[in-house]
């Protein structure tokens, strides 16, 4: 499409836009710089640029917080959880998409209909559970993380969907057997959905507070998203802002490089959970 | 026959742990939320009991005392609805449609405004509340250097601007996604059509309404329906923002509370299920409304 606006209006547009999205960098720029500031620094002007770059709060967030073993849980919780969505979610996709059997079209509306219920007004029931049984900490995230219904169940299924099933009749004529034919053939060839469902899944994981924030009860396990927010409410007593900047910085790094980097394939993967769901 | 009996070894044992997991996470907890609902945990004889609708009574007792913010509770879920559905979306459709048209940085702009989406709701929370903190915040530094030093606020810290402030909070970080999902859908409109009313002259406020709604209007359902549903789950913005004080809870933030800090099983349940319903109800009337809307356009 072309532009057809007035020019008038196109900069008026245009200024609008920019503010917004000034809004959104800004504060991260602004965290940036004042993570260099000594606390003094800080509380004499928000706006000057630090004098010299000093990495001082860093390393009291990695001396002082636990923020290197939340980073470290978060790598690990991060890769493994994204690790069995992928697995689970897959594999439910495939036997949908290609095999005939009773029950599969209540299978199907079922992981649909998941995605309608929300998580909170079943809390009650989820807290008395995960106690009863002992469930808190990685293990009970973890277990909670295994699903392999929803989302990304759906975009594995569209994939599927449309894969020719002849791939599978040779392989079934040299002798290979369906979990072969699953994992040695079909799997290699969803590339694309594997790449979509593991970089939404990972950010959501990354990111993820709720949850979390109710089952790592323990401080040695908790991921950073939980990890911050009690560094954050910490320092409204210690008044450590500048310590909390770096905290800050650290923990936001990963996502914003991975998004840098691969900015179109995180959105038109976005663009396909969203529609799918 | 051998091989019917391998397909099905392999069937099952691929559904059978999702298939467990949805039992348990899904259909048990929202089973038991319902059964929950109607009972209370006795502390004298240490167990459940049936307790028949007190919970519910108690409930609306509380929404029309307003006892814990219950009443300011469902007040404000609702108000999220309206604000999703009325004000976010639409003005992610004006911004999806100048980003169609390519204006100058638009590549810029989009990835930018889903910076939101890609970031901790945590993080993104503290960031506003760096901005609008009364001391050290930028907000009320900005007005201090244009002279309107007057109108300077605890923000976030107060009843009169605390919902307004979420509220902002919500249309700033919330714009991105729809915006994505929109624009992907104009960009999918067949160039003739747009052509072809380039060659009839019609303006911009022609297409926009005449053109552009109705082509993607599909899209749109789906959005205000995927908004309207997430409006009846808001509590994260809150609880971070302000932990639910000065006028800003959700029904689904009370619910949270009183699982965690009271251990109000019976009422966290009963409202947990109310909400749910209510935004069943609510998201098929829209759905509804905009459906026959819809067909005015075939």
Partial sequence: MKNTFNKKYLIIIEVILMFYAITLIFPYVWILLNSFKSVSEFYQSIWSLPKTFNIQNYISAIKETNILIYFKNSIFITVFATFIQIL???????????YEFRGRNIIFALAVSGLLIPVSGTL?????????????????????????????????????KALPWAYAEAAYIDGANDFQIFRKIMLPMAKGPIIAVGTISAISIWNDYFIPSILLTNPKQ??????????????????????????????????????????????KGFMLAGLKG | ???????????????????????????????QTVVYSVQRFNYYIGDWQFVKFKNYSKLFDYILTNTDNFGI????????????????????????????????????????????????????????????????????????????????????????????????????AGIGWNNLILSGAIGKIPKEILEASELD???????????????????????????AAAAFRVFLQPQLLTNGQYGTTSVPLRVVKTVTEDSGYGLASAAGLTIAVLGFIAVYIIKSLLDRLGKKWE
């Fill in chain 2, 1 to 31: 026959m051998k091989k019917n009996t391998s397909k099905k070894i392999f069937i099952v044992a691929m559904l059978a742990w999702p298939l467990l997991h949805w039992a348990i996470f899904t259909l048990y907890m929202n089973i």
């Fill in chain 1, 222 to 267: 908790q991921t950073i998203a939980v990890g911050l927010h009690s560094l954050y409410v910490q320092q409204q007593f210690a008044a450590s802002w500048t310590v909390l900047f770096a905290a800050i910085i650290i923990s936001a790094l990963p996502t914003i490089i991975l998004y840098v980097f691969l900015h179109d394939k995180i959105s």
């Fill in chain 1, 124 to 160: 009650a029931p989820f807290y008395l559970f995960m106690s009863k049984l002992g469930l808190f900490n990685t293990q009970g995230l973890f277990l909670y993380y295994a699903s392999g219904m929803g989302t990304n169940m759906l975009i594995f299924y569209g994939f599927f």
């Fill in chain 2, 73 to 172: 509770a469902f007040r404000n879920t609702f108000l999220w609805l309206g604000l999703n559905v009325f004000i976010i979306i639409p003005i992610a459709l004006v911004v999806a449609y100048f980003l169609t048209k390519k204006i100058p940085l638009y590549r810029f702009f989009s990835s930018v405004f889903f910076i939101p989406n890609i970031i901790s709701i945590v993080v993104l929370t503290m960031a506003w509340s760096f901005m609008w903190h009364p001391t050290q915040g930028v907000v009320n530094s900005i007005l201090d250097i244009i002279g309107l030093g007057s109108l300077k606020q605890t923000w976030l810290g107060n009843s009169s601007t605390a919902l307004g402030n979420v509220f902002l909070y919500c249309v700033w």
């Fill in chain 2, 201 to 227: 002259g019609v303006t911009n406020v022609q297409e926009f309404f005449h053109i552009i709604i109705p082509s993607i209007w599909p899209t749109i359902v789906t959005v205000v329906i995927i908004g």
């Fill in chain 1, 88 to 98: 689970f979610s897959s594999s439910v996709a495939y036997v949908l998409a290609k």
